[in-house]
Protein backbone atom coordinates (compact mmCIF):
# COMPACT_ATOMS: atom_id res chain seq x y z
CA UNK A 1 0.00 0.00 0.00
CA UNK A 2 1.42 3.31 -1.42
CA UNK A 3 1.30 6.13 0.98
CA UNK A 4 1.71 9.94 -0.04
CA UNK A 5 3.26 13.10 0.92
CA UNK A 6 3.80 16.69 0.30
CA UNK A 7 7.10 18.42 -0.47
CA UNK A 8 7.53 21.69 -1.42
CA UNK A 9 10.75 23.01 -3.02
CA UNK A 10 11.10 26.25 -1.47
CA UNK A 11 12.11 29.80 -2.85
CA UNK A 12 15.98 29.33 -2.39
CA UNK A 13 15.95 25.79 -4.20
CA UNK A 14 14.17 27.76 -7.35
CA UNK A 15 16.99 30.31 -6.53
CA UNK A 16 19.37 28.40 -6.40
CA UNK A 17 18.46 26.42 -9.45
CA UNK A 18 18.40 22.85 -7.95
CA UNK A 19 15.16 21.94 -8.60
CA UNK A 20 16.15 19.26 -10.86
CA UNK A 21 19.38 18.00 -8.27
CA UNK A 22 16.63 17.66 -5.09
CA UNK A 23 14.00 16.02 -7.72
CA UNK A 24 16.53 13.45 -8.94
CA UNK A 25 17.66 12.80 -5.36
CA UNK A 26 14.00 12.18 -4.50
CA UNK A 27 12.79 9.84 -7.17
CA UNK A 28 16.53 7.80 -6.74
CA UNK A 29 14.60 7.22 -3.11
CA UNK A 30 12.07 6.01 -4.55
CA UNK A 31 9.30 8.78 -4.76
CA UNK A 32 6.82 8.54 -7.40
CA UNK A 33 5.83 11.83 -8.82
CA UNK A 34 1.82 12.05 -8.78
CA UNK A 35 1.86 15.61 -9.12
CA UNK A 36 3.81 18.87 -9.76
CA UNK A 37 3.57 22.65 -10.10
CA UNK A 38 5.01 25.81 -9.99
CA UNK A 39 3.69 28.40 -8.38
CA UNK A 40 3.92 31.78 -6.48
CA UNK A 41 2.44 31.80 -2.97
CA UNK A 42 0.70 34.87 -1.98
CA UNK A 43 0.17 35.80 1.64
CA UNK A 44 -3.23 34.44 2.32
CA UNK A 45 -2.35 30.84 0.46
CA UNK A 46 0.59 31.10 2.89
CA UNK A 47 -1.07 32.11 5.60
CA UNK A 48 -3.34 29.20 5.32
CA UNK A 49 -0.86 26.78 4.54
CA UNK A 50 1.17 26.92 8.16
CA UNK A 51 -2.02 28.70 9.96
CA UNK A 52 -0.37 25.55 12.60
CA UNK A 53 2.38 27.83 12.86
CA UNK A 54 0.41 31.05 13.49
CA UNK A 55 1.33 31.67 17.44
CA UNK A 56 5.30 30.85 16.55
CA UNK A 57 7.52 33.93 16.72
CA UNK A 58 8.92 32.91 13.34
CA UNK A 59 5.39 32.86 11.24
CA UNK A 60 5.92 35.99 9.93
CA UNK A 61 8.93 35.44 8.71
CA UNK A 62 8.47 32.12 7.16
CA UNK A 63 5.22 33.74 5.30
CA UNK A 64 7.45 36.61 4.06
CA UNK A 65 10.27 33.95 3.05
CA UNK A 66 7.94 31.60 0.88
CA UNK A 67 6.39 34.15 -0.69
CA UNK A 68 9.73 35.70 -1.78
CA UNK A 69 9.58 33.79 -5.35
CA UNK A 70 8.49 31.01 -6.94
CA UNK A 71 8.31 27.39 -5.08
CA UNK A 72 7.70 23.68 -6.25
CA UNK A 73 4.72 21.74 -4.47
CA UNK A 74 4.95 18.08 -5.44
CA UNK A 75 2.81 15.13 -4.09
CA UNK A 76 4.68 12.22 -3.90
CA UNK A 77 3.73 8.40 -3.48
CA UNK A 78 5.54 5.68 -2.11
CA UNK A 79 5.62 3.47 0.77
CA UNK A 80 5.98 4.80 4.33
CA UNK A 81 6.29 7.68 2.61
CA UNK A 82 6.20 10.56 5.39
CA UNK A 83 8.59 8.95 7.16
CA UNK A 84 10.72 8.16 4.36
CA UNK A 85 10.97 11.61 2.59
CA UNK A 86 11.41 13.12 6.27
CA UNK A 87 14.58 10.59 6.49
CA UNK A 88 15.66 11.33 3.07
CA UNK A 89 15.28 15.67 3.32
CA UNK A 90 17.27 16.19 6.69
CA UNK A 91 16.83 18.16 9.83
CA UNK A 92 15.24 20.95 9.81
CA UNK A 93 18.69 22.54 11.07
CA UNK A 94 21.19 21.89 7.79
CA UNK A 95 23.95 22.26 10.25
CA UNK A 96 22.24 19.23 12.51
CA UNK A 97 21.14 17.18 9.48
CA UNK A 98 23.14 13.93 8.62
CA UNK A 99 25.13 13.56 5.74
CA UNK A 100 23.62 12.64 2.54
CA UNK A 101 20.41 14.38 3.50
CA UNK A 102 19.23 16.83 0.58
CA UNK A 103 19.23 20.13 3.45
CA UNK A 104 22.59 18.76 4.20
CA UNK A 105 23.69 18.77 0.75
CA UNK A 106 21.83 22.13 -0.11
CA UNK A 107 20.12 24.09 2.33
CA UNK A 108 22.14 27.34 4.04
CA UNK A 109 20.40 27.90 7.34
CA UNK A 110 17.13 26.71 9.02
CA UNK A 111 14.98 29.39 7.61
CA UNK A 112 16.48 28.65 4.21
CA UNK A 113 16.20 25.22 4.22
CA UNK A 114 15.29 24.05 0.67
CA UNK A 115 12.56 21.67 1.03
CA UNK A 116 9.31 21.07 2.96
CA UNK A 117 8.02 17.88 3.82
CA UNK A 118 4.55 16.75 5.68
CA UNK A 119 4.98 15.38 9.19
CA UNK A 120 2.18 12.88 9.32
CA UNK A 121 0.02 10.99 7.07
CA UNK A 122 -2.74 13.11 8.37
CA UNK A 123 -1.10 16.27 7.33
CA UNK A 124 0.14 15.23 4.23
CA UNK A 125 -3.39 14.58 3.15
CA UNK A 126 -4.22 18.54 3.71
CA UNK A 127 -1.29 20.12 2.38
CA UNK A 128 -1.78 17.89 -0.85
CA UNK A 129 -5.13 19.27 -1.22
CA UNK A 130 -3.75 22.58 -0.56
CA UNK A 131 -1.89 22.54 -3.77
CA UNK A 132 -3.90 19.87 -5.87
CA UNK A 133 -7.10 18.84 -6.84
CA UNK A 134 -7.82 15.28 -7.32
CA UNK A 135 -8.18 15.51 -10.83
CA UNK A 136 -4.39 16.83 -10.94
CA UNK A 137 -2.94 13.88 -9.52
CA UNK A 138 -2.42 11.13 -11.31
CA UNK A 139 -3.03 7.63 -10.51
CA UNK A 140 0.68 5.80 -11.86
CA UNK A 141 0.48 1.82 -11.73
CA UNK A 142 3.28 -0.36 -11.83
CA UNK A 143 5.72 2.90 -13.49
Not at 87 to 94: F, N, Q
Not at 120 to 139: C, G, P, V, Y
Request: with cysteine; net charge neutral.
Amino acid sequence: MSNRTLAILKPDCVEKNLIGKVITHIQEAGFKVIGMKMVRLTKDSAGGFYEIHKERPFYNDLLTYMTSGPCVPIALEKENAVEDFRKLIGATDPSKAQDGTIRKMYADNIERNIVHGSDSDENAAKEISHFFTRKELLEINGF
